[in-house]
C-alpha cells in the first residue's frame, strides 16, 4: 500500500551511501557533510551552496538567499499524507516538509541543488523517516492471539483522543481490503481497519504519529495483508 514512496525515497537512501558515511549516535546513518542536531533534526552542510534569487513584487529589486545548508526535521503523518497525494513528486515533497520550505521555494531550490547535495538530502528524509523496502514485520513487534504489538518510537498524542505509545493490530478480511482499495489515501484507511478504529480516531493518530512509526507500521499492515510475506518475520 502506497509502497511506491517507499521505494523512492529508500533509493534515495541507496544514492546516498558511499565511503564517507558516518554513524550519528549509532542511529541513522548518515552521508557525509551531514549532523545530528540534539532535537533530531539534522543539518546537512551543502558540498555546492546555491543562492535563490527573487523579484520583490512592484519593483525592480532582486532579493538573494545564499543556502549554504538545509536543516531537516523528522515529519508527521499530517506531512505524510502531502508526501503520499504528490505523485511524481514525492521525494520534492517529502523534502520540503523536512525543511519546513513552501512548496514554490523548494520547487526552486530542487532544481538548482547539486546532484550530489540532492540524493544526500533525500538519503537523509529517508533516514529520519525509516523509509524500508524490507518484507515481514518489524523486529520490535509481539504476536498474541493473532493480535500485532508494534511498540512506537515516538508516542503520539491525537488532538482529542488518548495518547498512544504502542498500536494493537488485528487481521484484515476481505472486506477490509475492499474497503482499503477504495480509499482516496489508502494506507489512512488500512489503519482504521487493522486498529479496529472509527476513521476519525484513525486519521488523528495518523496525522500525530511520527513518519518512522508509520514506515514501521505499514510493515505490519503489509505482512497482515499478505504482500509483505516474503521474507517472513
Not at 88 to 116: E, F, H, I, K, T
Amino acid at each position: 500500500m502506497d509502497r511506491v514512496v517507499v521505494d523512492r525515497l529508500s533509493a534515495a537512501r541507496a544514492d546516498s551511501a558511499d565511503e564517507g558515511v558516518v554513524l550519528a549516535g549509532g542511529a541513522m546513518t548518515l552521508p557525509e557533510g551531514a549532523e545530528q542536531n540534539a532535537d533530531g533534526s539534522v543539518t546537512l552542510t551543502l558540498a555546492y551552496p546555491i543562492t535563490l534569487r527573487t523579484r520583490i513584487a512592484g519593483s525592480d529589486v532582486v532579493h538573494e538567499e545564499p543556502i549554504a545548508e538545509l536543516v531537516l526535521h523528522r515529519l508527521t503523518g499530517a506531512d505524510m499524507r502531502k508526501v503520499l497525494a504528490a505523485n511524481n513528486q514525492m521525494a520534492q515533497v517529502a523534502l520540503g516538509r523536512a525543511c519546513d520550505m513552501p512548496p514554490a521555494r523548494m520547487a526552486v531550490a530542487y532544481q538548482r541543488l547539486d546532484a550530489s547535495d540532492l540524493a544526500a538530502a533525500n538519503g537523509i528524509v529517508a533516514e529520519l523517516c525509516g523509509f524500508s523496502v524490507a518484507d515481514g514485520l518489524p523486529e520490535t513487534v509481539t504476536e498474541s492471539d493473532g493480535v500485532i504489538t508494534l511498540p512506537l518510537g515516538h508516542a503520539a498524542q491525537p488532538e482529542g483522543f488518548e495518547l498512544r505509545t504502542e498500536l494493537a493490530f488485528h487481521r484484515l478480511r476481505g472486506a477490509d481490503m475492499i474497503a482499503i482499495s477504495q480509499a482516496k489515501q489508502t494506507l489512512p484507511a488500512a489503519f482504521a481497519r487493522a486498529l479496529r478504529l472509527q476513521p476519525k480516531e484513525a486519521d488523528a493518530l495518523f496525522d500525530a504519529m511520527d513518519a518512522a512509526d508509520i514506515m514501521a507500521a505499514q510493515r505490519v499492515i503489509g505482512f497482515l495483508s499478505g504482500s509483505g510475506r516474503r521474507t517472513g518475520r
